[in-house]
């Protein structure tokens, strides 16, 4: 079957159009309220738009879901995202790669930098108990995994990693203020580079406000934003061996 170029959303029928989206409007909840939100609606390019529910939150602020018709085309040629490259394995099959590439175990440390406090990013990516219905990479008996926790400056990051001889450093950002995510993560990879040169390890940022499109802005190997398993990370990793060709 041919891929389609151009689509439209999906709602009722093929090619309809419809979308539906929510916001929350500064104005108190009632009438007044949900004009403005089908006006801004179709300012945005819905008609007809419709206010299929709305509530107050608090006295001066209220919630509203809209649905409507959209007439935009998306073309797929022009959409740039970041494929996933490799195949996603098993732990079985994982295990045994790490074993018959590197006659070690794979030495992974975690952490969220800066003043970031948010580890249930980098916990559901090491942890045992895992994401998704996937085991964290702690139950992979071929990787080491060090989660050093929350709050960890860049100087003790790096200062571990290599102690520990890290053949990947997997980096967690939910606070975005500011850009935080963005300028802590690139000042830890101007640290790795710095401090290792090319014999640094495989650089991973993550978090939700991430783009994987940005790992070269930010001087990483790769990212990952939100959604991905503990299996994706793994399966990366095992990526990496087999590139770099790395030596036990």
Known sequence: MTEKRYVRPYGDTTGDGM??????????????????????????????????????????????????SVSHLVDLDEVKVVEREYPLLSPYDVNATVKN????????????????????????????KGFAGEKGLEYYRE?????LGAQVSVPELVKRARSEKADAVLVSQVVTQRDAHILNTQEMSAAFREAMGSERPTLVAGGPRFDPLMAGELGVDRVFGRGTTPGEVASYLVHTISQKGVAA
């Open 101 to 128: 590439s590197l006659g070690r175990k794979l030495v992974v440390v975690g952490a969220c930098i800066g003043t970031d406090a948010h580890t249930v990013g980098i916990d559901a990516i090491l942890n045992i």
């Open 143 to 147: 990787l080491r995994v060090i989660n």
């Open 19 to 68: 979308v539906q989206m929510s916001f929350t409007l500064p104005v108190p909840h009632g009438p007044r309220a949900e004009g403005a939100a089908q006006q801004l609606a179709n300012k945005m390019g819905m008609d007809p738009a419709m206010v299929v529910h709305s509530h107050a939150i608090g006295a001066d602020f209220t919630f509203v879901v809209v649905y409507g």
